[in-house]
């Protein structure tokens, strides 16, 4: 799968990476360090600005950028993409190009109507843009999965195995999709199981130990905090990892309780939030909100933020150096907004 610094389709192409984030940056370095002619586009003198020349890279704003690239990879915040869009890529991007995305949410929701002769691919690694950089560095590679949305120039596949194989990917392992399905599942994961669903579901259980009478500090270490060693298991080898280090007596309670919280209600109610995402309702309400300066957003935040989960959980985690003395937290999942 993996192709060579040589034949690497992209191998005469110039490349403009425009953000230079999670994603952006590790995206920029690896496929320097493959040998591929990168330039990095970014307002003028904000913070990553001056990150990226540290970093030795070519830095211009976004439509100097644009112009002369074989290949624009648009890695800033979903939200910001439509108007950088409009102003710097439309009107300066070359006629057989490629526009690149990592998440396809701005394309599959018509919030970027992409020109009609450029190709638009899709390349997005399975992991936060450090692990990208870093699995690179070793010699190894992130996975990745990728489409292709329109192919103009007859060349859209091979402009994304070039780009897979020059950050990484082809290393490891790079599946196909299309932007349908990589955004739609994208937008459930995050809403039904990993960030609403697992919030939800700690915030419930913390909830029930306290009102029953408990200690705050006992619940906390009960429904979050031993939530990571569950997920490591989960993460290095499923369920069956998980069951395999985890007592008989918690075994059991899994079989028989899992089911009675998690029952088919809850499976019903995911089906109506993947029908949301997607009829485009979850795309309209979230761009409406974005766009009147997310008021409800700010609400449902703050909410989170005062539980009293957060309370004693900011009190006993500072009793924990090591957690503060942990690699950064990986963020695989700030990508909408
Ligand atoms: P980040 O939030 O890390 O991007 C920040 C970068 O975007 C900074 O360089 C910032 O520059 C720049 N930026 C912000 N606003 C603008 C603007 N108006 N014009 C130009 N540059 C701007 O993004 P991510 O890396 O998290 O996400 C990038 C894409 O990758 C998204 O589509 C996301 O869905 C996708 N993705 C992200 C993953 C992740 O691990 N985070 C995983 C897979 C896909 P400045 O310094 O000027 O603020
Ligand atoms: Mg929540």
């Given at each position: 799968?993996?192709t060579?610094?040589t034949?690497?389709p992209?191998?005469k192409?110039?490349?403009a990476v425009?953000?230079?984030?999670?994603?952006?940056r590790?995206h920029a370095?690896?496929?320097?360090?493959?040998?591929?002619d990168?330039?990095v586009?970014?307002r003028?003198?904000?913070?990553?600005?001056?990150?990226a020349?540290?970093d030795?890279?070519?830095?211009?704003?976004?439509?100097?950028?644009?112009?002369?690239a074989?290949?624009?990879a648009v890695?800033?915040?979903?939200m910001?993409?439509?108007?950088?869009?409009k102003?710097?890529i439309?009107?300066?991007?070359?006629?057989?190009?490629a526009l690149l995305?990592?998440?396809?949410?701005?394309?599959?929701?018509?919030?970027?109507v992409?020109?009609?002769?450029?190709?638009?691919?899709l390349?997005?690694?399975?992991g936060?843009?450090?692990?990208?950089?870093?699995e690179y560095?070793?010699?190894?590679?992130?996975?990745c999965?990728?489409?292709?949305q329109?192919?103009v120039?007859?060349e859209?596949e091979a402009?994304?195995?070039?780009?897979?194989?020059?950050?990484?990917?082809?290393?490891?392992?790079?599946?196909?999709?299309?932007?349908?399905?990589?955004?739609?599942?994208?937008?459930?994961?995050?809403?039904?199981?990993?960030?609403?669903g697992?919030?939800e579901?700690?915030i419930?259980?913390?909830?029930?130990?306290?009102e029953?009478?408990?200690?705050?500090e006992?619940?906390?270490y009960e429904?979050?905090?031993?939530?990571?060693?569950?997920?490591?298991?989960?993460?290095e080898g499923?369920?069956t990892?998980?069951l395999?280090?985890?007592?008989e007596?918690?075994?059991?309670?899994?079989?028989?309780?899992?089911p009675?919280?998690?029952?088919?209600?809850?499976?019903?109610?995911m089906?109506?939030?993947?029908r949301d995402?997607?009829?485009?309702?979850f795309?309209?309400?979230w761009t409406?909100?974005?766009?009147?300066?997310l008021?409800?957003y700010?609400k449902l935040k703050?909410a989170?933020?005062?539980?009293?989960?957060?309370?004693?959980?900011?009190?006993?985690?500072?009793?924990?150096?090591?957690?503060?003395?942990?690699?950064?937290?990986?963020?695989?999942?700030?990508?909408?907004?």
């Open positions: 799968m993996s060579s610094k034949s690497n992209l191998a192409a110039r490349i425009l953000g230079y984030g999670s994603q952006g590790a370095l690896n496929l320097r360090d493959s040998g591929l990168v330039v586009g970014l003028p003198n904000g913070p990553t600005w001056h990150q020349l540290a030795g890279l070519r830095v211009m704003e976004p439509a100097e950028a644009v112009k002369g074989d290949l624009v890695l800033t915040p979903d910001v993409q439509p108007t950088l869009y102003e710097s439309e009107p300066n991007i070359k006629p057989g190009a995305f990592a998440h396809g949410f701005n394309v599959h929701f018509g919030q970027i992409p020109r009609a002769d450029i190709d638009v691919i390349v997005a690694p399975k936060p843009g450090a692990l990208v950089r870093s560095e070793r010699g190894r590679g992130v996975p999965i990728w489409a292709v329109q192919d120039s007859g859209a402009k994304t195995r070039g780009y897979a194989d020059g950050i990484g990917g082809g290393r490891a392992m790079i599946i196909k999709t299309d932007f349908k399905e990589e955004t739609e599942t994208d937008l459930f994961g995050e809403q039904a199981v990993l960030c609403g697992a919030s579901l700690v419930a259980g913390f909830e029930t130990l306290v029953a009478g408990y200690q705050p006992i619940a906390y429904v979050m905090h031993e939530l990571k060693l569950i997920v490591d298991l989960f993460y499923g369920l990892k998980m395999q280090f985890v007592s007596t918690a075994q059991y309670g899994d079989y028989v309780s899992g009675r919280v998690i029952d088919a209600g809850v499976k019903a109610r089906k109506d939030v993947l995402i997607q009829d485009g309702t795309a309209r309400n409406a909100e974005y766009r009147a300066g008021p409800n700010k703050q989170d933020l005062e539980h009293p989960i957060e309370q004693v959980g900011a009190r006993l985690r500072a009793q924990m150096p090591w957690l503060h003395t942990a690699a950064p937290a990986a963020t695989p999942l700030k990508k909408v907004g």
